[in-house]
């Protein structure tokens, strides 16, 4: 049976009609007439004695609203437990990440679930993708944020965030050297970069000058680091140029100690995406699933195109 029906039905009943009914659950009169006709056709009984705007219940109708009444009150009584329940939830919710999501997406999400269940607490481990899954493995993590999940049958992956990655220098480098016009002028310029098996700038210039990627290849970085925090003082001190996450340098951009690599902006951006990483053959505990469900509703809103 329906079960917003019944409820209509109750509360016809327990307001004496049709139009206070209505107000209180905030819906139109025709439509809580169109429930109570539904009702009784999906159940085959008359329930009103119908006079005008007058209603009165028949002994059928009576009958089921004794029987609804109670049940109803013990269904609701249940599910505001449940909701109060959230908030007493406890847990530790453990979670393996690269330092840039620790500081522009997990305190986001944390937050928000936090409002729901305010006493759980999380453990967060800055790691590369290698460590995380060996965690997750060894149950030292019960979630991962990677770049790339490696095996695929034992952990379960998920895209839950995707950003542009933004070429950039500053402002100081700017000062003393010139601007880039081309991919190609950059293969002459100081690369901050991450490590090589995670280089920016190689999928940039695969992305925008397909023929210039043998030289990339062999291009070394000045500096290499996978903290995204680290990259972007080194890039403001004027040490070279380097990739970041849009979210993360907007402050910059604006005031213009950052600017783009290319002064006609012409080139694509490349997007570094996270997948959600755990165990497929391990059960969740309560608040992991539901944390793990925030971050799939979430992920509309942090997913670039």
């Known amino acids: 049976m329906d079960f917003n029906r ?6 016809v009943v327990d ?3 049709i139009t206070l009914a209505a107000n209180r659950l905030l819906r139109s009169q025709q439509a809580i007439s169109l429930q ?7 159940l085959q009984l008359n329930l009103f004695h119908r006079q005008g705007p007058k209603i009165t219940l028949t002994d059928d109708g009576d009958k089921l609203y004794k029987l609804f009444k109670p049940q109803l009150l013990a269904m609701e009584s249940a599910l505001l437990e449940l909701k109060s329940g959230k908030r007493q939830a406890r847990g ?16 986001e999400m944390i937050r928000i679930f936090k409002q729901e269940f305010p006493q759980v607490e999380f453990s967060l481990t800055i790691a590369e993708d290698a460590e995380i899954e060996r965690l997750l493995e060894t149950n030292q993590l ?3 944020l990677q770049l790339y999940c490696q095996d695929h049958k034992l952990f379960k992956a998920e895209a839950v965030y995707r950003q542009a990655m933004i070429p950039v220098i500053s402002r100081s480098y700017l000062k003393n050297a010139p601007a880039a016009n081309s991919v190609a002028d950059t293969l002459n310029m100081p690369l901050l970069d991450y490590a090589p098996q995670y280089s920016a700038y190689q999928q940039w210039v695969k992305k925008n ?4 990627l043998p030289k990339a290849q062999k291009k070394a970085p000045a500096i290499t680091t996978s903290n995204n925090l680290v990259l972007k003082q080194l890039v403001l001190q004027g040490l070279g140029f380097s990739f970041l996450h849009r979210e993360a340098i907007e402050a910059e951009l604006n005031t213009g100690e950052l ?9 694509q951006n490349i997007y570094v995406e996270l997948d959600l990483v755990h ?13 793990v469900k925030l971050l799939l509703e979430q992920k509309s809103s942090w997913m670039q195109h």
């Open 6 to 11: 019944a409820r209509t039905f109750i509360e």
């Open 15 to 17: 307001s004496g009609g």
């Open 36 to 42: 109570l006709q539904q009702l009784e056709a999906e």
């Open 92 to 107: 530790l919710i453990r979670i393996g990440l690269w330092m840039e999501q620790a500081v522009n997406y997990l305190p």
């Open 142 to 144: 019960d979630l991962g």
């Open 209 to 212: 000058a397909r023929q210039l």
């Open 259 to 267: 600017r783009p690599l290319l002064n006609n902006q012409s080139a």
């Open 279 to 291: 165990k497929r053959k391990h059960s969740l505990g309560f608040v992991q699933q539901q944390f």
